[in-house]
């Protein structure tokens, strides 16, 4: 049974760094995408990365390209979210999944397992 678990939210400055991590298990992971989504209060799940697991090919959404960066170990089965330039409007409760399949990595819907979701709070 494939499982994830997210670890490394926290509070942070605007301006601040945090580094987010998903543990995965149950499976290698070969063919999956790997993606990153969140959900602030009071609005719904929304993606904000991913990376295929086989080839590392990353996609992100708008708002946080050039501040924040997927990376993936593949020995031990982890994936990074590493996010720069922090800012309030970033806040949410951020959740790592897997699906299988490289394609409509940004489709929350087509997304198979999830993680449980860490909190990240950005204010001063």
């Known amino acids: 049974q494939v499982q994830l678990v997210e670890s490394g939210g926290g509070l942070v400055q605007p301006g601040g760094s945090l580094r987010l991590s998903c543990a995965g298990s149950?499976?290698?992971?070969?063919?999956?995408?790997m993606g990153w989504f969140r959900q602030a209060p009071g609005k719904e799940r929304e993606f904000v990365g991913a990376?295929?697991?086989?080839?590392?090919?990353?996609y992100y959404v708008d708002s946080v390209k050039g501040r924040f960066t997927i990376s993936r170990d593949n020995f031990k089965r982890t994936m990074n979210l590493q996010m720069h330039s922090l800012k309030p409007e970033d806040t949410a409760v951020y959740y790592c999944?897997?699906?299988?399949?490289?394609?409509?990595?940004?489709?929350?819907?087509?997304?198979?397992?999830w993680g449980q979701g860490t909190q990240v709070t950005v204010s001063s």
């Open positions: 999944a897997a699906k299988r399949g490289t394609t409509e990595w940004g489709i929350l819907s087509r997304y198979e397992v």
């Open positions: 149950g499976s290698t992971f070969s063919g999956y995408t």
């Open positions: 990376i295929t697991w086989s080839y590392g090919i990353t």
